[in-house]
Each structure stands twice: as structure tokens, then as C-alpha cells.
């Protein structure tokens, strides 16, 4: 009776079961499930959540190099200052500094995710190879899943090269 009552008011099953993995979702997260076993838990698979935290880490790296090119013009007008409130001009720097400095950890984050979702990922795909009958297939795999591995080091290392750059603390302190 309670389905039909539901189905009524607009309610599906699926949208119904929807709802019950959410409230799940949350309370697994008080129970200590990682966003990305959320995510999972949500049908969402892994390639895809890697592919959209790659995505996030170069937003957060393109926002932190205009966070860094701003910083620096604004360091350049104080080399040629002439005159004015000093303790104002500095203020300003270290203001874009500091922003600077957020950006760039929200890259380092970014870049952690990336690297968090890419071993569940390759874990995943070893554990799935175990399961192959086929000798030809499961070697295909293999073979795929070592050229990805491959492509992967080389993202990484290109993403933790641009963040590199990063200042630890700025130059006028």
C-alpha cells in the first residue's frame, strides 16, 4: 500500500532506493567510510572519479598559477615604488601571498586525491586480474593495465612538476 501511495506522489522505487543508499551514504560517513567508498557506494566507478579529480587538480593548478602571476605583479609594483605607505604596500603583498599559499595547498590536496583514487583504482584492476579464466584476456589486461599505470606516473609527475614552484615562505619575511 505504501508503494502505491509513493508512486502517487511522484516517488519511484529507484528515486525511494536512491534516497535509502544517501541516508546510508551519511551514515557510513559517520562510521569512517573515505569519500571515495562513498562515491563508490553511489555506483560512481572509480575511473570516472579519477578522471574528475584530474580535472579538479588542474583547475586548482591553473587558479594557483594566476594567484602566483598576480602575487608577482603585485611584488613588481613595490620594487619600483616610490613613495607612499609602505606598510600598506606590504600588507597587499603578503595579502596575495598568503592566497597564493592556499591556492597552492588546495593543489597538493588536489593532487593527493588524484593519487588516492589512481591506487584504489590499480589495486582494483589487479585484484580483478586473479579472476580471468581466459590466459589471452587476462594477459591483454596486463598489458593494458601496465601502459595506464605508465601514462599515470607520467600525469603525476608532470602534476607534482607545476606544483613544485611553490614559495615556502615568502621572500620578504
Known amino acids: 500500500m505504501k508503494q502505491k501511495i509513493y508512486i502517487e506522489k511522484g516517488y519511484t522505487i529507484p528515486s525511494l532506493q536512491r534516497g535509502i543508499r544517501i541516508v546510508e551514504a551519511i551514515m557510513g560517513e559517520e562510521n569512517g567510510l573515505s569519500a571515495l567508498e562513498l562515491e563508490e557506494e553511489f555506483g560512481i566507478p572509480k575511473r570516472d ?5 584530474v580535472d579538479k587538480a588542474k583547475d586548482a593548478q591553473e587558479a594557483t598559477k594566476e594567484e602566483f602571476a598576480n602575487a608577482l605583479e603585485q611584488f613588481q609594483s613595490v620594487v619600483s615604488f616610490d613613495g607612499g605607505d609602505l606598510q600598506r604596500e606590504y600588507e597587499q603583498l603578503n595579502a596575495a601571498y598568503e592566497s597564493s599559499a592556499e591556492k597552492a595547498a588546495a593543489v597538493k590536496s588536489r593532487n593527493d586525491d588524484v593519487e588516492n583514487v ?10 580483478e586480474l586473479k579472476e580471468y579464466s581466459n590466459a589471452n584476456l587476462r594477459a591483454s589486461s596486463q598489458q593494458q593495465l601496465a601502459e595506464t599505470e605508465t601514462r599515470y606516473r607520467q600525469l603525476m609527475a608532470a602534476m607534482r612538476r607545476a606544483a613544485a614552484p611553490v614559495l615556502l615562505s615568502p621572500p620578504w619575511a
Open 49 to 53: 572519479i579519477l578522471v574528475k579529480r
Open 118 to 127: 589512481a591506487k584504489a583504482l590499480f589495486k582494483e584492476w589487479r585484484a
